[in-house]
């Protein structure tokens, strides 16, 4: 069963609450990042991407990392942020697009990461595992939470929800998209202990995003054990904890710079002789995430929608073995069969030809990039059932490189979990 620990949090001062709060680290490039800060001096990037402002020393020199810490300190001596004198948990919510996400802040522990009670489906990299590990280690704090999903036994998504009711929340901001994320703190050891008897029925959870900040969080326990200064704390890392059925998940899109030998009418006869049936649209509303596919029937489908010299092709064949969890998703035929395939772009971590766009972008984007002639083709993919995700993590499989989009996409700054 997965424990769940409660923990004091440092959070932005209430006043200060609409200002600190980020997106988080690596959903901007450092430029974009010193871009933010410029434009608010006490953006939380400033912490979790302090080589923003070091422009002129290595990405990962120590003292980018030391400044992260100072900078996280002094906003602490400068109160601007503060630590809950009381360990509690806390209830995240999010209002999007007239949508609403709720889930439960709280802390997880390491060993349940290690022994697999707490589920992935990707790999990490090294590198990025290396940053942020000692981002972490050097800061004394999780700045970012880790994005989990749990199956609800029966009265828990109920329960967390019910605990907002008329409560005011302790920390609030709105996002220049004009999302709404909420913070609400609790202490009553009757609601924790409810909490965690709750969870105490849950087997196993499941990383939506945040797969490197959980590793990386291990890491630091495992340094510090190594090294002599392990503290209970650093044996844990922040999380929230979504019930699976209630966020959203968006396919998450590929922009491919050139066809390679293929003229548009060679590439449309390759992919009929691979057996994919084409028909282009006639209208598709741009504005939206994702077009409704015309493939309809009993047998299960591949579909993908391929946006060329302006014009959308819905793209589609019959899934050849439905047994294979990994094999059969979209993402895996589009690039063994396509991208590398026919393309030639064997490498989609790496790949100069290939690029990737988050789900939640509409389709006016692709076009635009597509128009504009940076891209030859866009595709835009449909959303993977998150059932698949959970059963692909319970198999120990690993998905594709940018198969899924999940929202809510979480702040960082609101709350942090300090090791030190």
């Not at 054990?225 to 392990?230: A, D, H, L, N």
Request: charged share 25%; hydrophobic share 40%.
């Amino acid at each position: 069963m997965v424990q769940i620990y409660r923990f004091a949090a440092v959070r932005p001062e209430r006043r200060y609450a609409e200002e600190i709060p980020s997106v988080p680290y690596d959903v901007v490039t450092a430029e974009e990042a010193r871009e933010c800060i410029e434009k608010n001096p006490l953006s939380f990037l400033r912490v979790s991407r302090p080589d923003a402002e070091l422009p002129d020393l290595p990405p990962h020199d120590d003292r980018v990392y030391q400044r992260a810490r100072e900078v996280f300190l002094s906003m602490l001596e400068d109160g601007l942020m503060a630590q809950d004198p009381q360990a509690g948990m806390y209830v995240y919510r999010a209002v999007q697009d007239g949508e609403e996400f709720v889930g439960l802040v709280c802390c997880v522990g390491t060993e349940d990461y290690e022994n697999r009670r707490i589920r992935r489906h990707e790999l990490t990299r090294y590198d990025k595992e290396e940053d942020r590990t000692r981002h972490i280690d050097v800061v004394g704090a999780n700045t970012g939470l880790v994005f989990l999903l749990y199956r609800d036994p029966g009265g828990i998504f109920p329960y967390v929800h019910s605990l907002i009711g008329e409560a005011e929340p302790d920390g609030s901001t709105t996002t220049a998209s004009g999302v709404l994320h909420q913070v609400y703190r609790f202490t009553d050891e009757t609601t924790l202990s409810r909490l965690e008897g709750l969870f105490a029925n849950v087997p196993e959870v499941y990383i939506a995003d945040g797969h490197h900040r959980a590793k990386s969080a291990v890491n630091v326990a495992e340094r510090r054990r190594s090294e002599g200064r392990f503290t209970e704390e650093a044996g844990k890392f922040m999380a929230v904890l979504f019930a699976h059925d209630r966020v959203r998940i968006h396919g998450y899109s590929r922009l491919v710079t050139d066809l390679g030998n293929y003229t548009l009418p060679g590439l449309v006869d390759a992919l009929f002789a691979a057996g994919w049936e084409i028909r282009p649209y006639r209208n598709v509303d741009s504005s939206g995430y994702q077009i409704t596919p015309l493939a309809a029937g009993d047998v299960p489908m591949h579909v993908m929608h391929f946006y060329l010299q302006g014009t959308w092709y819905e793209v589609a064949r019959p899934v050849r073995d439905p047994t294979d969890l990994i094999g059969s998703l979209d993402v895996s035929v589009l690039q063994k069969d396509v991208l590398e395939g026919m393309l030639g772009i064997a490498d989609p971590r790496g790949d100069p030809r290939l690029h990737y766009m988050g789900g939640a972008k509409p389709l006016s984007a692709l076009e635009k990039l597509v128009d504009s002639g940076e891209y030859a083709f866009a595709v835009a993919m449909q959303p993977v059932p998150v059932e698949t995700v959970l059963a692909i993590a319970d198999a120990n499989g690993v998905m594709p490189p940018k198969s899924t989009w999940f929202e809510p996409k979480l702040l960082s700054g609101l709350v942090i979990h300090t090791i030190a």
